[in-house]
């Protein structure tokens, strides 16, 4: 500043001299001498252009601030979008893991299931053939019960033919006694022979009627009563009597 004071009066708009003041009094706490002093400021700044620099770089620190925001705004933003992306990633793996172990243990139990599976086809495999096995057996049986039936009539027919001879040959001869009793002899064993057939018929009708009866688990595993058992080759029909 010069040394040098001038007093001058000036005209000013009240307002912008009232902030002016305002201005003033926020810097300095007080008007007193600094009126005087910023006014010069003032004028050494308009005398050297420098108003406009100042304006101007005003002007470029409010854009950069403006900016600065606009980026900040762009940054926070983008960090949302960065942690909501992070956490639908790690939901992701997440699930993705939890999918992975899912299909792990399906298809270990996919695995199990089918292994039952074609344990199972295998033992329905051995029960059909069981089952089939078991079925020829019983047609073997109705068969043999029906050849039993057919020879027992045969030796029904027989015996009633042979008692009507004795009969007839009693009542022809009553004092051929040796007739007599070689006719008793025979109509004894054909008997005999009929006593026995029945005996094997029922006990054929009885082992039918017990396999017809039988579970499906006993056919399977064979288990068969004794009186069926009793009727398989090797076993003597003097056993039960």
Not at 118 to 139: G, H, R, T, W, Y
Not at 216 to 236: C, H, M, T, W, Y
């Amino acid at each position: 500043m010069s040394d040098e004071f001038v007093r001058k009066t000036i005209k000013l708009d009240n307002s912008l001299w009232d902030r002016f003041q305002h201005k003033i009094e926020e810097e300095y706490g007080t008007t007193y001498k600094h009126t005087s002093q910023e006014i010069e400021k003032a004028i050494e700044n308009y005398i050297n252009n420098d108003v406009q620099d100042i304006e101007k770089t005003k002007s470029k620190i409010k854009n950069l601030n403006d900016e600065n925001r606009n980026l900040q705004n762009c940054v926070d933003e983008l960090k949302n979008e960065n942690d909501d992306l992070n956490d639908k990633l790690l939901l992701s793996r997440t699930r993705e893991k939890m999918d992975k172990e899912n299909i792990g243990s399906l298809e270990t139990e996919l695995s199990s299931a089918l292994d039952n599976i074609k344990s199972l086809n295998d033992m329905v495999s051995v029960l059909e053939n069981e089952v089939e096995i078991l079925n020829k057996k019983n047609e073997e049986l109705i068969l043999e019960n029906e050849s039993l039936g057919s020879e027992n009539k045969v030796l029904e027919e027989k015996y009633f033919e042979q008692v009507e001879e004795t009969n007839r040959q009693v009542k022809e001869n009553t004092k051929i006694k040796n007739k007599r009793e070689h006719a008793q002899e025979r109509l004894n064993k054909t008997q005999d022979e009929l006593n026995s057939t029945l005996k094997r018929l029922e006990k054929y009708s009885f082992a039918i009627g017990q396999v017809k009866n039988m579970s499906f688990i006993d056919r399977v595993f064979n288990r068969l009563p004794e009186e069926i058992k009793a009727l398989q080759p090797g076993f003597s029909e003097n056993d039960d009597e």
